[in-house]
T-cell receptor, first 113, second 113 residues
Framework: AQKVTQAQTEISVVEKEDVTLDCVYE???????LFWYKQPPSGELVFLIR??????QNEISGRYSWNFQKSTSSFNFTITASQVVDSAVYFC??????????FGPGTRLSVLP | EPEVTQTPSHQVTQMGQEVILRCVPI?????FYWYRQILGQKVEFLVS????????KSEIFDDQFSVERPDGSNFTLKIRSTKLEDSAMYFC???????????FGPGTRLLVL
């Protein structure tokens, strides 16, 4: 069975601090996608990134970066120089190519001014 | 950019009433999904739909739920006799083909009184 664990339930940081959100997944599949979504207080799911299991290159997009380590089944997300607008719930998710899309429990990030 | 739309954005209903949640997937997509998120909890898979039939459903998707693609553009989720515990945000998603990813709609917030 597929499972996504986000051990950090809530994180609070002060603006401009860097913060890393952890994600550990379990799957028996060798091919799969990993995702991060942001859910602001308004409730919609905002797509941040998709990573294919074949591609272990780390990715950087502005203040966001992702560290995919297949050996430890982790897909961690770092926000550099956090801003108040980054406050949201962040979900990590696993998809075995459309067959089974599983979300983690989410990490609530609060960025304080 | 094409996007998944959902109507209504909010719905309030009385326990025991039937509700229909509507989704318009991205036009050339072939795979359709419904997810549920109870307030403060993680997003949970309900059902997937392809070629006019259900491909997979979770334990949550019991006989009270049904899905339909009545006219080639809409994708609906019907709850026959709503219960208090059906109160949640319902997300629709669509995908073009396998080996791709799902695109989520903005959600419908359902409140059962």
């Amino acid at each position: 069975a597929q499972k996504v664990t986000q051990a950090q339930t809530e994180i609070s940081v002060v603006e401009k601090e860097d913060v890393t959100l952890d994600c550990v997944y379990e799957t028996r599949d060798t091919t799969y996608y990993l995702f991060w979504y942001k859910q602001p207080p308004s409730g919609e799911l905002v797509f941040l990134i998709r990573r294919n299991s074949f591609d272990e290159q780390n990715e950087i997009s502005g203040r966001y970066s992702w560290n995919f380590q297949k050996s430890t089944s982790s897909f961690n997300f770092t926000i550099t120089a956090s801003q108040v607008v980054d406050s949201a719930v962040y979900f990590c998710a696993l998809d075995n190519y459309g067959q089974n899309f599983v979300f983690g429990p989410g990490t609530r990030l609060s960025v304080l001014p | 950019e094409p996007e998944v739309t959902q109507t209504p954005s909010h719905q309030v209903t009385q326990m025991g009433q039937e509700v229909i949640l509507r989704c318009v997937p991205i036009s050339n997509h072939l795979y359709f999904y419904w997810y549920r998120q109870i307030l403060g909890q993680k997003v949970e898979f309900l059902v997937s739909f392809y070629n006019n039939e259900i491909s997979e459903k979770s334990e949550i998707f019991d006989d009270q739920f049904s899905v339909e693609r009545p006219d080639g553009s809409n994708f609906t989720l019907k709850i026959r006799s709503t219960k208090l515990e059906d109160s949640a945000m319902y997300f629709c998603a669509s995908m073009m083909r396998t080996l791709e990813t799902q695109y989520f709609g903005p959600g419908t917030r359902l409140l059962v009184l």
